[in-house]
């Protein structure tokens, strides 16, 4: 990454990670640490772990997604998250708006000789 790359991302990330984890949960109930993992991969949508309990946290307070506990095959129960009706419903509003947002972006980007 060059110098200046953390900013911009750090700024992207703050309105669109939220969208993110409701995205990994649109096929299915994910635990903590696999949301976790399949965010960071890459380390562009986030970097750590450190601000994701507290997302999911306020994603359940909330009411977009929601939690049971299971039995780990190893080690202590696991917490899953699964994405309610209101979640399924703001991911598609986000969806929408962010198709829109990152057309124009590009657009701009790229500029358009019409």
Do not use: K
């Not at 939220?18 to 976790?36: M, P, Q, S, T």
């Not at 993992?37 to 949508?45: C, E, H, I, Q, T």
């Amino acid at each position: 990454m060059e110098p200046g790359d953390e900013s911009i991302l750090s700024h992207l990330r703050r309105g669109s990670v939220e969208y993110c984890v409701l995205a990994l949960l649109r096929d299915g109930e994910a635990y903590g640490l696999d949301i976790g993992a399949r965010l960071s991969a890459d380390g562009v949508l986030m970097n750590g772990e450190g601000t994701l309990y507290p997302l999911l946290a306020r994603l359940r307070r909330q009411g977009l997604v929601e939690t049971s506990w299971r039995e780990s095959p190893s080690g202590p129960p696991r917490r899953y998250y699964s994405l309610t009706p209101a979640g399924q419903q703001s991911l598609h509003q986000f969806t929408t708006v962010w198709n829109q947002f990152r057309d124009a972006v590009d657009s701009a980007l790229l500029g358009s000789h019409t």
